[in-house]
């Protein structure tokens, strides 16, 4: 599966960037206009199948989803982010100072109308479903608005541009990609050379142990596939996922499998509107369920919602894994 790619064009051009910067803070990383280089190499992606041309780095960004409002956040970019939304949970406490200083725009997707009141020149979404009609509008008409778009890779689902499987290396294409975009390549560098330091120091349990990484669902459960993030989290944290042979990034899937697999451990995605306890209630709950190992024992793991889909925090999610692993004995 090719990878999203990134062109850089032939000609250079000397740009300045936005003078205004906001107050960098002991939580939140320096701000890009700071310590940006003053020149700026246009690039032209092709992002999901759209090609977006970027001339000069962006200055009004909205970001929808906790993802990409993360990945911003953890480049040093919030001086040109003018709003967030669709948050998928508290963002992690060293960016907790600059995220705050962001409006949020929405607790969902945004309507056309709120986005273009803000008057943004960029929008990065999570999610290809965020740029519909119902949405901030289709892709399309909003570069004819001249706003860019820009959709995390990750979740592209056209032919020859979902990833198959994703992979960490896939995750660290993005970071690249979108600090290219606002100019801030060395800062690309140093977030993938943290991340792969985290990956290096996580430790695998030393006999195999298999999983069930339960999204969401009470009738039937939503449940980590075969080649997505969970897949990719899980196969790092040295688990072996019951659903791997599925194709699919997430997947809906019968109890009665469960219970046949009967899992060693089980991942619960904690969010807010479907907390792990209120998993672990549905699990012992069910005389099926409550028989399995992992809950008669105990067994879980936990996961944040937005760091359960990929980005800059899957990296953290191994490491954490792990560590709840070795806790379990």
Known sequence: MPRTRLVVLATTAALALAACSAQSTPDAPATPTASASATFTPVTVDNCGTEVTIDAPPTKVVTIKSTATELLLALGLQDVMIGTAFADGPVPPDYAAAYDAIPVVSDKVPGQEALLALGPDFVYGGWESNFSADGVGERTALHDLGIGTY???????EEGYMPDPLTFDEVADEIREVAAIFGVPERAEELIAEQEATLDGSAKPAEETT???YSSGSDTPYVGAGIGAPQMIMDAAG???IFADVHDTWTSAGWEQVVAADPDVIVLVDA??????KKIGLLEANPAT???TAVREHRYLTVPFAAGEAGVRNAEAVASLDEQLAELG
């Open 290 to 292: 409550s028989q399995l």
């Open 239 to 241: 688990l072996t996922n």
């Open 151 to 157: 959709v995390s890779p990750a979740a592209c689902k």
């Open 272 to 277: 807010a509107w479907n907390t792990a306890e």
């Open 211 to 213: 999983a069930l990484w």
